[in-house]
Every structure is written in C-alpha cells, then in structure tokens.
C-alpha cells in the first residue's frame, strides 16, 4: 500500500505513514455514516438552512471513536478529518484502510461525557466529546475553520 498523501510504501501493518505522518484510519461503517451526515451537513450550510452555530453544533453530534480510543470529526476534505488531541480538534491526514470484518466500533462503556452525547439522536456513535464552553472545528467551505477544546 503507498501513502496517498506523499506516496512512500507503506508496510501492511503500518499505524501511519514514515514520510508524512499520515494515520492509519479503518473506513468502517461508523466512519462512513458520520462522513455521509457531514456531506448533507455541508449542503444544508450551502442552502442556508443552517447558520454557522448550528452547523457547528451538528458537526459535533459527528464524532467518531476510533479502533486505538482516539476521536475523530469528518472534514470537508474526506483525507483530512479532525482529530481529538486532548484539548483541541486539528486536521489530521489519513490513510483510509479497508474495513476489517467486524464492522462494529469498539465495546465498553464511554467516558461520562460521551454518554451525554449519546442522548443526541443525530448522533451516530454516542460517543462525541463535549466541549465545555465552545463547538468542535467547522470546515465551512469556506475556509472558516473554528478552533474548539474536544475534552
């Protein structure tokens, strides 16, 4: 498998690519129906059926908890979501990697502030951090990127 981002030959049990640090990310059905409400998010943004705070507030309800515990908001650019860095959302370039057979995401219990989350109905995992005070990064399209605390 190359990087698609620089093109280096990555090894079949790579977790991120040498040469760019681009992650290994698993494209499992949670990932794909979080990037699929991103993309009608997007739309409905584009139609001005939302304003930029609602965008932002259902863009957070998008979150995705990873097979390593790491979480993850879809992006505009697909190759590049956000990636939950303990007190920030940053963009994160990924290596999509086929879905194993077991397409579930990863069992136990979320943290006490993902159970909140999971009372959100457009939320698909339950598993969105919460931020206390502001929302999770909005790629606009329009090059409005909004930085937030994921813890």
Known sequence: MRCPHCH???????????ACQALVLENAQPWR???QRYDALQARYARNE??????????QTLAV?????????????????FLCHGDSWAPQPVIWASAQANDDPPSGPPPARARAARRSTADPGGNAPRPADQPPPSDTGYGAVVWAPCS
Not at 8 to 18: I, M, W
Not at 50 to 59: K, S, V, Y
Not at 65 to 81: C, E, F, M, S, V
């Open 65 to 81: 908890l990873d097979a390593q515990g790491r979480y993850w908001l879809p992006a505009k650019n697909h190759d590049t979501p």
């Open 8 to 18: 280096t030959e990555l090894a079949a049990d790579a977790s991120s690519c040498s």
């Open 33 to 35: 129906l979080a990037q």
């Open 50 to 59: 939302l304003d930029n705070a609602a965008f932002q507030e259902a863009h």
